[in-house]
């Protein structure tokens, strides 16, 4: 199971949204978007590498993602399933039905369940 911290998630979907990039281009988006120095930068790619979460490749120190946002999510979502309802779904599913959907938004909700 992987376990990604916030600051992580947060190069990890520079990541996804630019494929491929060199860790100084991540440096830059980070200092713009995050306010984030290069030092700050460096050591949280370094991290997801150890992680086996990125891949860095030369020349360039050219970096991708090993791993989708849809498999963080699903990872995400259960970790929190358990922590908050004991791992229960239909709990979690519940609490969200409480919080007085549009027709709209139950409509869809019971498309996608049919769908399975």
Known sequence: MIKLFDSELKIMELLWREGAVSAKQISILASGEIGWNKNTTYTVIKK????????????????????????????ETNRLIEKLWGGSKKAFFAAFVDEHLSQDEIDELKSLIEKR
């Open 48 to 75: 997801l590498i150890e992680k086996n979460v990125v891949k860095r490749e030369e020349p360039g120190f050219v970096c991708s993602a090993l791993i989708g946002r849809d498999e963080v999510q699903r990872e």
